[in-house]
């Protein structure tokens, strides 16, 4: 008997509202952004990462999102820009978007 392509699985609601939260900006679905994080996952096993460098990044991951949790200024947004603006990136990443909301609509 042939498996399923899909199958449903319970998880925690706030994975699934984490999720949404991070899938949103991307433009995908809350079931990609958590295969996505499966992915990395796998990953992240397969290349022997350790314990201690998991723990690192999920703490810098952590702090880096409890700062863009914050009130953010009108300025700081725009010397952020403006910085991304000079170093090119932030034409790369309009680009980016740009190409992969193409890829999907083909």
Do not use: C
Request: net charge positive.
């Amino acid at each position: 008997m042939a498996q399923p392509a899909f199958s449903s699985v319970k998880l925690p609601g706030s994975l699934v509202e984490q999720a949404r939260r991070a899938a949103q900006p991307l433009r995908r679905s809350v079931a990609s952004q958590i295969e996505y994080w499966a992915t990395l996952g796998q990953i992240v096993e397969h290349t022997g990462l350790s314990v201690q460098d998991a723990r690192a990044a999920i703490e810098q991951y952590e702090a880096a999102a409890a700062q863009a949790t914050a009130p953010v200024s009108v300025e700081a947004l725009t010397k952020r820009l403006l910085a991304a603006q000079a170093r090119g990136t932030l034409a790369e990443r309009v680009r980016e978007v740009v190409r992969e909301n193409q890829s999907r609509a083909q």
